[in-house]
């Protein structure tokens, strides 16, 4: 049993990479086989709208006809018994590469049709993590929890399961002095890191347990 996590953050260490390595500790305490994949390490480009997938009898029905570094990646993801996706917050939406990323993987399945069924061969449970540095009531005033829970929305439909964690007021910078970035209280963003961040990984890590207990309990 293998689960994939997908880091879409361009940095390996900081908040989203953290959380997501969580997830994948909590999927393997249930016994399963963990691979990270980090999207920046990746030569790929997203959907090009040539329908390739959606053309009847095609050789690519189905799938992704583009062949780039990302087309074992969509393999594996098919294939793996369940998903963890990771991603910041950028201006309001996930990062470009996990935009790209679901693209190429959840288009291919949907069908045009009434019912927009998924062509997967079996259910996926996927699980979502998305970070910001923004506060709760910051969250809200933007409505930054769209995006990610669109995404949801869309990952259920082609996967058949999907969660979602949002992590808010996360520490951005090593040294808050070193940027301009006036609107943040370093001592306050410390505390929450010191105090708040712990629970989300725990969270993250109870995700990744939940996603492998229901791929085992998967018929």
């Given at each position: ?6 880091n879409?953050?361009?940095r ?42 959606k ?13 780039d570094?990302?087309?074992?990646v ?19 939406a996930?990062?470009?590469?996990m ?5 190429r ?9 009434a019912a ?13 993590i998305?970070?910001?540095?923004s ?7 933007m ?14 439909m ?6 979602l ?32 961040f ?22």
């Open positions: 049993m293998t689960i994939i996590g997908i879409a953050s361009p390996k260490t900081w908040n989203t990479a953290t959380l997501l390595g969580k997830a994948l500790d909590g999927a393997a305490s249930q016994g399963a086989e963990t691979v990270l994949v980090h999207l920046h390490d990746l030569d790929f480009t997203g959907c090009l709208s040539c329908f390739a997938c053309r009847k009898g095609g050789k690519s029905y189905g799938t992704c006809a583009l062949d570094e990302l087309t074992p969509l393999a594996d993801a098919r294939e793996s018994a369940a998903l963890v996706l990771a991603s910041p917050n950028y201006l309001g996930p990062t470009g590469t935009k790209s990323f679901v693209e993987l959840a288009f291919p399945s949907i069908v045009y049709d927009m069924p998924s062509l997967l061969k079996k259910p996926i449970p996927t699980g979502f998305y970070t910001m540095g506060t709760d009531l910051r969250l809200t005033e409505g930054y929890q769209q995006a990610p829970e669109l995404m949801v929305k869309v990952l259920q082609v996967f058949g399961s999907a969660e964690l949002m992590v808010t007021d996360t520490y951005q910078f090593d040294d808050y002095s070193k940027y301009v970035a006036t609107r943040f209280d370093p001592i306050a963003k410390a505390k929450r890191r010191e105090e708040h712990p629970i989300d990984c725990e969270q993250a890590f109870e995700m990744g347990a939940r996603l492998a207990r229901a791929a085992l309990d998967r018929p």
